[in-house]
């Protein structure tokens, strides 16, 4: 069965919540590790926000499915960006039969889109 999700948010909201609650959004969305690697930049900091909820889409779950922190977009150094799941989502995943999730991210000036395909 062929999954889809995509998800597209404008990075000034982003932007906004970071600005108004800072450690309180980042610890509640994002891993120690996407924190490292976004260090503050919002467009990255989105683009990761629009995966995570693309994610959901594909996995059926909505935002109260799965927490947040159990998926994680991890990009090693000169690789694509790749989904990552922990928990719950991993539990999901494997209960509808997803092996992997291929990820395509782009950003702009004012938005970041995420689209997703189980594999």
Same mark, same amino acid.
């Given at each position: 069965? /062929?999954? &889809? *999700? @995509?998800?597209?948010?404008?990075?000034?909201? !982003?932007?906004?919540?970071?600005?108004?609650?800072?450690?309180?959004?980042?610890?509640?969305?994002?891993?120690?590790?996407?924190?490292?690697?976004?260090?503050?930049?919002?467009?990255?900091?989105?683009?990761?926000?629009?995966?995570?909820?693309?994610?959901?889409?594909? /996995?059926? &779950? *909505? @935002?109260?499915?799965?927490?947040?922190?159990? !998926?994680?977009?991890?990009?090693?150094?000169?690789?694509?960006?790749?989904?990552?799941?922990?928990?719950?989502?991993?539990?999901?995943?494997?209960?509808?039969?997803?092996?992997?999730?291929?990820?395509?991210?782009?950003?702009?000036?004012?938005?970041?889109?995420?689209?997703?395909?189980?594999?």
């Amino acid at each position: 069965m /062929l999954l &889809t *999700g @995509i998800d597209i948010i404008e990075i000034y909201r !982003i932007k906004e919540v970071c600005q108004n609650y800072p450690d309180r959004f980042m610890r509640k969305i994002f891993t120690k590790q996407e924190i490292e690697y976004c260090r503050g930049r919002f467009p990255q900091i989105a683009a990761r926000f629009a995966t995570k909820e693309a994610v959901m889409k594909l /996995l059926g &779950t *909505g @935002i109260r499915g799965v927490p947040w922190k159990s !998926i994680e977009v991890y990009r090693a150094r000169g690789k694509a960006p790749k989904v990552i799941l922990h928990g719950n989502a991993k539990k999901k995943a494997n209960e509808l039969g997803i092996k992997e999730i291929a990820l395509s991210i782009s950003h702009s000036r004012n938005y970041a889109v995420a689209s997703v395909v189980s594999v």
